[in-house]
């Protein structure tokens, strides 16, 4: 399919900018190099050849490696900020009448640009305050964090709704549509209320003079005595209630890719699943995020990498929401861009092809589906909590967490990646299939 053939691109992309950034020896021997010495390395013996590219594969290990924080948080800076337009972008097309899109849905996403905003502050106040940065403050690394949290959290609600409906509505079950479905409304004071409690958990320890290393929530889930364990905490470690944030981000983002899957089903638009694809790379830019605070937030250059997923990421979202508007009917003001251009009548009937009940994380929304909201809710916490404290105490039982390994922080963020996305592939293939996570 087009966009899993733009996805491989951008990544081939990424990859490139990712050279370019991190090699300034290569890049200046590029830009500078005269003629005299471009005819040179020309007429090298293949050995030379081959001992100068070595030699840049070190240089650009090397600046890895051995990339500071500042250097880091430099990097990331401007993808953070260019990911901004492709989201917005995302959000027109999603929102667009023709899609149908359930309007707390729609609330969901957009509250993504809540977190964004409001973490901004927090960052400043972290560097002003403690001259450190906003992963190495638990209390207020926790407060803004929640915020993405409340993103999903609300996503998922909006959409498990508004799938309950649709799918009671085809088995012929009387139901009555919830109000998520056509009114902002619900998910908007839904949003405010989560916001405002977030607020107060950065709000009333500030006031009351937290310091740099203060626990989230003062620690309260955490194992109140010194755990024996291979190794001591360090100081900057994420308290309990901080990682069941982290976790329940991930697992709330891979639940609201099934039910996007889902959606396409009770649609009979498959171009729904495009948006699952979509959605691909932001949740490794998750996984990158937890794997940074794995390691005790001691590899600096996976700051940018999750800056480039983030970018990557709004970017493969827009496209799939373009596609989905496009398919509904929508034609852009701007007239058709060949490259994306999609038939209007490219919706088939899908419904005899439903995926069956599956066991991945993603599928919780099914296995869940005769809970209430509140009961939903409460499971999907108490398991991540569950994983906080293994992730929290049992890591200290390694070594590899306390030795900042490059190689496998990077077989730790797409190893569960390219899994994830194989997956996709064969339920896109065979829809039958269970799965293995």
């Not at 549509?177 to 405002?196: F, I, K, Q």
């Not at 005790?296 to 373009?322: D, E, R």
């Not at 009961?375 to 404290?389: E, P």
Request: proline content about 5%; hydrophobic content about 50%.
């Amino acid at each position: 399919p087009r966009l899993q053939l733009l996805l491989i691109i951008a990544i081939l992309c990424v990859a490139v900018v990712t050279v370019d950034a991190f090699a300034p020896p290569i890049a200046a021997t590029r830009h500078f190099a005269t003629k005299a010495t471009a005819t040179a390395h020309s007429m090298m013996p293949m050995s030379d050849v081959l001992q100068n590219t070595i030699l840049n594969l070190d240089q650009l290990n090397n600046s890895i490696l051995t990339m500071d924080q500042a250097a880091a948080e430099t990097l990331a800076g401007p993808f953070f900020g260019l990911s901004l337009f492709p989201y917005l972008a995302f959000l027109y097309f999603l929102n667009l009448p023709q899609n149908e899109t359930p309007k707390g849905v729609t609330v969901g996403f957009a509250t993504c640009l809540l977190f964004v905003f409001l973490t901004i502050p927090a960052a400043i106040g972290a560097k002003v305050w403690y001259g450190v940065s906003l992963a190495d403050s638990d209390w207020l690394h926790g407060s803004a964090e929640s915020l993405l949290t409340v993103t999903n959290l609300v996503t998922v609600i909006a959409f498990r709704q508004a799938l309950s409906y649709k799918e009671q509505e085809m088995d012929g079950v009387g139901a009555s549509m919830p109000e998520s479905m056509v009114s902002y409304r619900p998910m908007v004071n839904l949003v405010g209320v989560l916001t405002a409690l977030a607020g107060l958990t950065a709000f009333i320890p500030g006031l009351m003079g937290a310091e740099v290393h203060t626990p989230y929530l003062s620690g309260f889930m955490d194992i109140p005595f010194q755990v024996s364990a291979r190794h001591p905490e360090p100081e900057n470690a994420l308290t309990v209630c901080c990682w069941v944030i982290h976790i329940t981000s991930l697992v709330e983002f891979l639940v609201a890719m099934g039910f996007c899957w889902r959606w396409a089903d009770v649609s009979n638009n498959p171009k729904w699943r495009g948006l699952t694809w979509g959605l691909l790379p932001l949740h490794s830019s998750g996984i990158t995020a937890c794997t940074y605070h794995l390691f005790y937030n001691s590899i600096p250059v996976l700051v940018p990498l999750q800056a480039m997923l983030t970018c990557l990421g709004n970017t493969t979202a827009m496209f799939a929401a373009y596609r989905i508007a496009v398919s509904n009917g929508w034609s852009a003001p701007w007239g058709d861009i060949l490259a994306l251009n999609e038939d209007n009548d490219s919706k088939t009937n899908i419904q005899e092809e439903e995926s069956q009940s599956l066991v991945g994380f993603e599928d919780l929304g099914d296995a869940l589906a005769t809970d209430n909201d509140w009961t939903f809710i409460a499971k999907l916490f108490a398991g991540c909590a569950v994983a906080s404290y293994l992730v929290k105490y049992g890591e200290l039982w390694f070594d590899f967490p306390f030795e900042s390994e490059l190689y496998l922080s990077l077989a730790i963020i797409f190893i569960p990646s390219l899994l994830n996305s194989f997956k996709w592939w064969k339920r896109s293939q065979d829809p039958s299939f269970d799965g293995w996570f």
